[in-house]
């Protein structure tokens, strides 16, 4: 006969050892983890940020992340940080560079005894490391550095990992900002993102034209037709930037279908005398109707056209709204690629009926 087995603590078990308890099974709650935990004093992590073990450092980068996203102040850390950025841990040096990106504006002068560290790891073999380090950088909003950052940003452009040039387009606002007479040098280095062909450096070097030269129509005429193809592939708030641009671009510089030229006449006569008039010159109309010019459409208008209609579709309101912006010259254009729409009107948001 098979021996019956019994929990212990049940029935004729022994009482001393006791089961679990539901309280056992729970999970921490967030408050709990070490993360967001503030136990921790200020000497304590100043002592762990000197330390020598790199378990220590990135426990006490991880606690003052967690302080800052929950909203506390912890830039008398800054002098403590500062020193980690020499570190060889790859973990600790990302979180430091992204205490520094947040604290470097406000403590600019010790952020200024660590530039020729920064610029040594505009060469670090890390992507993300390069990166924030031309954060940084472009973060120190003092004039004497300026020539400094005009030099990260030119190598920054040519980098290999477009998510490095994204991060020097991003830089080039804030350098044209903090001195006006790098413009002409920053002009040179956005002609040259332009023309990159990836989607991740598009809309952050769009945004940097329009903020540094937006009359520099010329710089959009060679990459038109590229800006068009990669639009529906951007990110969404990429998407914004470039249609506003297309949006100018195509306003100043195509055949506006609406003017008076090319509007026919009203089928109906609006009043009595129109229409006795309109007898006697009935010949004189059929010549004037000879020779009135025909609205064709540029291919390049009809690209633009073409290659924004899939972006009606868009989950992002902001990009719907942009898109119909672009599109508002052209009411007949709207009314063909609407009506098509109209099948599905029942699924799409409040905001998108209230459009049409």
């Not at 009203?266 to 006697?280: D, M, V």
């Amino acid at each position: 006969m098979a021996a019956s087995y019994q929990q212990p603590g049940v029935g004729g078990g022994d009482s001393t050892k006791s089961s679990f308890s539901s309280s056992d099974l729970e999970t921490p709650s967030i408050s709990s983890r070490p993360l967001f935990s503030g136990n921790k004093r200020g000497g304590d992590l100043r002592g762990m940020l000197d330390s020598n073990k790199d378990t220590l450092k990135l426990e006490a980068m991880k606690h003052l992340i967690g302080m800052i996203a929950k909203g506390a102040d912890c830039s008398d850390y800054f002098p403590a940080v500062v020193k980690n950025v020499v570190a060889k841990n790859t973990e600790v040096k990302k979180l430091v560079y992204v205490y520094l990106v947040r604290y470097a504006e406000e403590q600019q002068d010790t952020a200024l005894l660590s530039i020729s560290t920064f610029q040594k790891a505009l060469k670090d073999p890390n992507q993300l490391i390069r990166a924030s380090a031309l954060r940084v950088l472009s973060s120190i909003r003092v004039p004497i550095i300026a020539p400094i950052m005009m030099l990260s940003i030119k190598e920054s452009s040519t980098d290999l990992s477009p998510y490095v040039r994204k991060a020097a387009a991003h830089a080039i606002p804030k350098l044209y900002n903090l001195d006006p007479d790098q413009k002409d040098a920053l002009v040179e280095v956005i002609e040259k993102l332009l023309k990159d062909q990836t989607t991740l450096v598009a809309g952050s070097v769009v945004m940097a034209f329009e903020m540094v030269c937006p009359d520099r129509i010329d710089l959009v005429h060679k990459n038109y037709r590229k800006l068009c193809t990669l639009l529906v592939d951007v990110d969404e708030w990429g998407q914004i930037v470039i249609l506003n641009m297309l949006t100018r671009y195509a306003r100043t510089q195509f055949i506006n279908p609406n003017r008076e030229e090319f509007k026919e006449a009203a089928f109906y006569p609006e009043s009595a005398s129109e229409e006795s008039s309109s007898e006697e010159g009935e010949d004189e109309s059929k010549k004037a109707k000879k020779k009135k010019p025909v609205y064709t459409m540029d291919s390049d208008h009809r690209l633009l056209l073409k290659n924004t209609k899939p972006l009606l579709q868009s989950r992002n309101s902001a990009v719907s709204i942009t898109l119909l912006c672009c599109w508002y010259c052209w009411l007949y254009v709207i009314k063909r690629l609407l009506w098509q729409q109209l099948s599905c009107i029942t699924t799409w948001p409040p905001w998108k009926r209230q459009v049409l």
